[in-house]
Structure formats: C-alpha cells, structure tokens
C-alpha cells in the first residue's frame, strides 16, 4: 500500500512571497490533515478535511494560509505571503477512520 | 485545554539499558492515547495507542505503555534498547470532537551502542 506522498519536500524562500504544498493521502482514506511542526515542538493540527469538506480549522492563521481539498483526494496548503515564523516542516497525515493517522514524509519550509 | 507533557527532552542510554520516557495528558474525559516515533530522516509511524481496556498495551519492536489514570500517565518503556532505537518519540492525545491529535513536545533518544 502506497503512503501519503507530499511534495516539495524542502522549499526555501524569501518573506513575502507565497509557497504551496501538495499532499496525496492513502486511497480510500477519507480524513485529511495538515499538520505545523516547528523546531523542538510538537506537530500543531492546522485543518482537518473529512472528504472535501473542513471539519476543523481553528488553528489556521487564515489571513495568510489556506487550503482545499478538491473532490476529497489531493489537497494543497498554501502561504500568502510567508513570514519567517512560518518555517517548520509541513505534514499532512490521513487517515480511514478518526482514530489512526498515516503521515507523509513532510515539506521543510525555510523563509528567509 | 486539552494537551500532552513530554518532560524528557533529550535521553541518551547506552545499548541494553531499560527506557522509560514520560507523557502526561491534561483532559479528564475518555482518553484515546497514542506514541509515535520519527526515526532519523523518516516520516511519523505508530508505536502503540490506547483506546480502553488493558491499561499494558503493547506494540511494535517491544515498545509498551501503561495507562494510570490516577497520574493522568500514559509512559513508554522498553526493557532493552537498541542503536536502532535512536529516534524522536512523540506522545499524543486524540481530540474530543474532530477526532485530530494534540502533541507533546517530543523526546529525543539517543542509544550509544
């Protein structure tokens, strides 16, 4: 069974400017997640999908991020515009009912 | 709010030596209690949960985890540890409603063979 696949997987840019990330999860699963993990922390939820719709975004910072989940398989979490406290490593995990979650390999994200 | 305590920021043992990594979880109500590990340059993979029923759960390369709800505890153990063991170990608690997973900070092992 394939895993959740993410890309890029590393991704420098400068503040200001706007970076996407991609995530393909599991066949079949219908929950998605989006996960923050900053350096020496803990993964931080930022939104849940179940199919294509949210089911959890209160800690997205939705001035700057957003993301979608189109037709309830892939899903792309963007920056616009990025801030340096925005670099962390970006996981998407899914997952084939609420209680176990597979995550992917993760996105690096340095803005400078 | 619901959150995850991991103490243990760094542990170094050498090969053989018993491991026993704390977690504390905050909320009060049905727990659903996870550890994940995230070996060197790999993404995060289940060790073990708990859901109800025997507090000793046991899962993957000998890793165990009791449930005390009375110390609001959920530690990992292992008798022997190996230089494979050398990872970051995450204890998470699952949400109430949306079903998504409160981290604790992480514990960094590092097994000296």
């Known amino acids: 069974e394939a895993g959740v696949a993410q890309s890029p997987r590393y991704k420098i840019i400068e503040k200001r400017q706007s970076v996407a990330f991609w995530c393909n999860p599991i066949?079949?699963?219908?929950?998605l997640y989006w996960y923050q993990q900053i350096l020496g922390q803990g993964p931080k939820l930022l939104i849940q999908?179940?199919?294509?719709?949210?089911?959890?975004d209160s800690q997205l910072p939705k001035d700057r991020f957003s993301a979608e989940r189109l037709k309830g398989v892939d899903s792309t979490l963007k920056i616009q515009p990025a801030k340096l406290e925005d670099s962390a490593v970006y996981l998407c995990a899914s997952s084939p009912s609420s209680y176990e979650q597979y995550f992917g390999p993760g996105t690096r994200l340095t803005v400078t | 709010a619901q959150s995850v305590s991991q103490h243990n920021h760094h542990v170094i043992l050498s090969e053989a030596a018993s491991l026993e990594l704390g977690c504390n979880y905050s909320y009060g109500g049905t727990v659903n209690l996870f550890w994940y590990v995230q070996y060197p340059g790999q993404h995060l993979q289940l060790l073990l949960k708990y859901f109800s029923g025997d507090p000793l759960v046991k899962g993957i390369k000998g890793f165990e985890a009791e449930f005390i709800k009375s110390k609001f505890s959920f530690n990992l153990r292992k008798p022997s540890v190996q230089w494979s063991d050398t990872a970051e170990y995450f204890c998470a608690s699952l949400g109430t409603g949306a079903n998504n997973l409160f981290f604790g900070t992480g514990t960094r092992l590092t097994v000296i063979p």
């Open positions: 999908f179940q199919n294509n719709g949210v089911v959890d």
């Open positions: 066949s079949g699963h219908a929950t």
